[in-house]
């Protein structure tokens, strides 16, 4: 049932404005209030705290129905990821304030992690955020800041010791509007997942409240990100199996309709054996994912296999689109094809979230 209100609700919400929101670089503001009024934000978060108080497998429905109606513009898992810390690692007085606002849209959040010189290293940024009696004076620069153009609210990784690397982290709850110092820099421009916005962040002395503080303790930010980034790599590859099928359905559709040299493509053994090849990619990705799922969701997935399954599943969609895309030909480099705009789209997933670089060295520590 929560599926099909949710397919109903992109196609009458989501995908007539596509083409708008990917103009335009960035979702109205209005379609977090319907999202919210749906029940669509913060799905897994508490009842007590403002959600909808089901499990992590209502998140994957969202993502999963996102996936395979290829829109990529709505920047919801970076907004419920930061529900997550906070109702997680947030004071009885941060989640009254903050979640129930997230959860009907009102408050859009982001959060700020990567600087200029500091990606998936995040112990090496130099955002800082001094105490001054009942405040943080907050410095520095973010860059790549999904929802950064939008957001009403920010979790901003800093140090509040900048002495320490791991042990000087802290988040800070930082509200943006009217907050004097606050700047949103350039909308960046992206390859792929054009509607979604990501803008430079600069903070140039503002004074945050102490108390929005995550957690109200210094330098424990660093472990409530590694505590939470399963999470958001758990979305990140449900986003690549959907993204897998998806092309699979559209490349299986595009070949049975296409003749070449007299005979449909499918016909052709080439394209056979490729489609085999792909299909067997999907389906072991498909037995794979639902596994880290239901382990997720029983709170026993470790981190090395979140690891595991961001690395394989991302490399795996961008080798799947790529070969989807080779049996559209010419027209699969045309951007009106949904096939291309997928290409482009899946670029980023072995990027964000830690670069498969990165989930290489988290795996090999194991070893």
């Given at each position: 049932?929560?599926?099909?209100?949710?397919?109903?609700?992109?196609?009458?919400?989501?995908?007539?404005?596509?083409?708008?929101?990917?103009?335009?670089?960035?979702?109205?503001?209005?379609?977090?209030?319907?999202?919210?009024?749906?029940?669509?934000?913060?799905?897994?978060?508490?009842?007590?705290?403002?959600?909808?108080?089901?499990?992590?497998?209502?998140?994957?429905?969202?993502?999963?129905?996102?996936?395979?109606?290829?829109?990529?513009?709505?920047?919801?898992?970076?907004?419920?990821?930061?529900?997550?810390?906070?109702?997680?690692?947030?004071?009885?007085?941060?989640?009254?304030?903050?979640?129930?606002?997230?959860?009907?849209?009102?408050?859009?959040?982001?959060?700020?992690?990567?600087?200029?010189?500091?990606?998936s290293d995040l112990q090496s940024i130099r955002s800082s955020a001094i105490r001054?009696?009942?405040?943080?004076?907050?410095?520095?620069?973010?860059?790549?800041?999904?929802?950064?153009?939008?957001?009403?609210?920010?979790?901003?990784?800093?140090?509040?010791?900048?002495?320490?690397?791991?042990?000087?982290?802290?988040?800070?709850?930082?509200?943006?509007?009217?907050?004097?110092?606050?700047?949103?820099?350039?909308?960046?421009?992206?390859?792929?997942?054009?509607?979604?916005?990501?803008?430079?962040?600069?903070?140039?002395?503002?004074?945050?409240?102490?108390?929005?503080?995550?957690?109200?303790?210094?330098?424990?930010?660093?472990?409530?990100?590694?505590?939470?980034?399963p999470y958001e790599r758990m979305m990140i590859m449900v986003r690549a199996q959907?993204?897998?099928?998806?092309?699979?359905?559209?490349?299986?559709?595009?070949?049975?309709?296409?003749?070449?040299?007299?005979?449909?493509?499918?016909?052709?053994?080439?394209?056979?054996?490729?489609?085999?090849?792909?299909?067997?990619?999907?389906?072991?990705?498909?037995?794979?994912?639902?596994?880290?799922?239901?382990?997720?969701?029983?709170?026993?997935?470790?981190?090395?296999?979140?690891?595991?399954?961001k690395l394989w599943l991302a490399n795996q969609q961008n080798e799947v689109v790529?070969?989807?895309?080779?049996?559209?030909?010419?027209?699969?480099?045309?951007?009106?094809?949904?096939?291309?705009?997928?290409?482009?789209?899946?670029?980023?997933?072995?990027?964000?979230?830690?670069?498969?670089?990165?989930?290489?060295?988290?795996?090999?520590?194991?070893?």
């Open positions: 049932m929560f599926r099909d209100s949710v397919r109903r609700f992109i196609a009458q919400e989501v995908l007539p404005n596509e083409p708008k929101w990917q103009e335009q670089k960035h979702v109205d503001r209005e379609f977090w209030l319907k999202a919210g009024e749906a029940g669509l934000l913060c799905t897994d978060i508490p009842a007590e705290d403002g959600g909808l108080g089901a499990d992590f497998r209502y998140e994957v429905v969202l993502s999963e129905e996102l996936g395979y109606a290829r829109s990529t513009s709505w920047g919801r898992a970076v907004h419920n990821i930061l529900a997550q810390y906070i109702s997680r690692h947030g004071t009885a007085e941060q989640k009254e304030r903050y979640l129930p606002r997230m959860a009907s849209g009102e408050l859009i959040g982001a959060i700020a992690m990567t600087e200029p010189d500091a990606g001054e009696g009942d405040h943080y004076v907050l410095n520095g620069a973010k860059t790549f800041i999904t929802n950064g153009c939008i957001a009403g609210l920010v979790g901003v990784v800093c140090k509040t010791d900048p002495g320490e690397r791991a042990r000087g982290m802290s988040i800070l709850l930082v509200e943006t509007d009217g907050t004097q110092g606050f700047k949103v820099g350039k909308q960046l421009e992206k390859m792929g997942m054009r509607g979604q916005d990501a803008a430079e962040l600069f903070f140039d002395n503002v004074r945050v409240p102490a108390d929005n503080l995550l957690g109200n303790e210094e330098g424990r930010g660093f472990f409530q990100l590694m505590a939470d980034l959907a993204a897998m099928e998806s092309a699979l359905e559209l490349t299986v559709e595009h070949c049975k309709d296409r003749s070449v040299f007299g005979e449909k493509l499918i016909d052709k053994q080439n394209t056979r054996f490729k489609l085999a090849e792909v299909k067997t990619a999907v389906t072991i990705g498909r037995v794979f994912l639902d596994h880290c799922i239901t382990s997720f969701a029983a709170g026993e997935l470790d981190g090395t296999l979140a690891a595991v399954g790529a070969e989807c895309l080779q049996l559209f030909g010419g027209y699969g480099y045309i951007m009106e094809y949904p096939i291309a705009q997928a290409y482009v789209d899946a670029r980023v997933q072995t990027i964000y979230g830690g670069s498969n670089e990165v989930m290489k060295e988290l795996i090999a520590r194991t070893l």
